[in-house]
């Protein structure tokens, strides 16, 4: 019986040795600038990687066509960042980490250290940060950091060589004005006002905390009679934050501030110079004035996108239109400059027609 087990485990180990020579065979050999390898192994990582982007539409798994289509791209990646490589074009590892974190910053609203997203992630979903990338893109953090750098390079390379063109793409004036009268109903000012908003956090010591925000509102009061405004000074040992902030009469921007829709309600039932009591929250005291209130409205071209802006709607569907344009642009150069370089001495592909075929089935 052990004899038995011994060689089931040998069995075992043979299949999976089996399985892993299979995950390691060459798919292509990109040798522009060095010899570089594409393994199976690494088309799996990028396609599960792609897949993920795709399960929110229900897409579950991808066929051949759309495997062999990732090959395609992960050999113009490696061609485009052989050639960036060779002209001596490079990119840092503080500027993939930048570039890491400003993706999450952008989803958080708020800018935060490797160490504070690990944090985060870990209060949020119990994961760590590598465990969280891992399940949402199918890459750990230094396979998501080589891929970030990959790209960034290749982004330096394709905006070097078509820097010119790409400047001169921009959206037309025909383009801004039909792009306005097609979406025109989106362009609307809710009810809106401008707060004067003091924030106090809790940290430790609540009584201390709540004490400041007592003065802190007292002087506000005290200033705003004499027709002064509250000075706020940036070196005030960050024990609190204070600013203008605009709000709009909408439950999404009650969710974005924690405060209930009744909040906001009665937030836009008071008189500009009214000054709010000090509130409590979880976190931290507040208090707040009004100072101006805008009134909801459809807006024209010439008409500024947010009060007291200076960016009008023309301007604003000029940018994402010339942005969506030159984005388009960009990628059609990347796919034009990799087909360039595709050329028999820049890259060996091991794996053609059906013997292909049978190894993207998995």
């Known amino acids: 019986m052990k004899r038995l087990a011994i060689g089931f485990a040998l069995l075992l180990s043979a299949v999976a040795g089996v399985f892993a020579q299979n995950d390691f065979q060459p798919l292509a050999v990109v040798k522009l600038n060095k010899s570089e390898t594409i393994t199976l192994k690494q088309l799996k990582t990028r396609a599960n990687f792609v897949l993920t982007q795709y399960k929110p539409y229900g897409i579950k798994e991808l066929t051949s ?7 395609e ?3 113009d990646e490696k061609l485009i960042t052989q050639a960036a490589a060779k002209e001596g074009m490079s990119v840092t590892d503080s500027q993939v980490t930048s570039a890491f974190l400003n993706t999450f910053s952008q989803q958080l609203g708020t800018s935060v250290t490797e160490a504070q997203l690990e944090d985060l992630i870990k209060q949020r979903t119990g994961l760590t940060l590598d465990g969280y990338l891992k399940e949402n893109s199918g890459m750990g953090t230094a396979e998501y950091k080589a891929y970030l750098k990959n790209q960034l390079i290749a982004q330096q390379y394709v905006y070097t060589k078509k820097q010119n063109e790409l400047q001169k793409v921009a959206a037309t004036d025909d383009e801004i004005r039909n792009a306005y009268e097609m979406n025109k109903s ?8 401008k707060l004067f908003l003091v924030i106090v956090p809790a940290g430790d010591d609540k009584v201390a905390a709540r004490a400041l925000a007592t003065d802190l509102r007292n002087q506000y009061v005290k200033d705003n009679k004499q027709g002064s405004k509250m000075k706020v000074s940036e070196d005030n040992g960050k024990k609190y934050r204070a600013g203008d902030l605009t709000v709009a009469k909408t439950a999404q921007q009650a969710q974005q501030l924690g405060w209930s829709y009744d909040k906001i309600i009665e937030l836009f039932g008071k008189d500009i110079g009214f000054v709010s009591e000090i509130t409590e929250t979880d976190t931290d005291f507040q208090f707040y004035a009004v100072l101006k209130k805008f009134d909801a409205k459809m807006l024209a071209l010439s008409d500024v996108v947010q009060p007291e802006t200076t960016v009008t709607v023309y301007d604003y569907i ?7 344009k030159q984005s388009q642009y960009f990628s059609e150069s990347v796919q ?3 087909e360039e370089l595709d050329t028999p001495e820049n890259v060996e592909r091991k794996k053609t027609g059906d013997d292909l075929v049978k190894l993207l089935n998995w």
């Open 65 to 71: 066509d759309q495997k062999k289509q990732i090959l």
């Open 73 to 75: 791209n992960l050999i």
């Open 186 to 193: 989106t362009f609307v000012w809710n009810d809106m006002l």
């Open 318 to 324: 000029k940018q994402n239109l010339t942005s969506q």
């Open 336 to 338: 034009k400059i990799a």
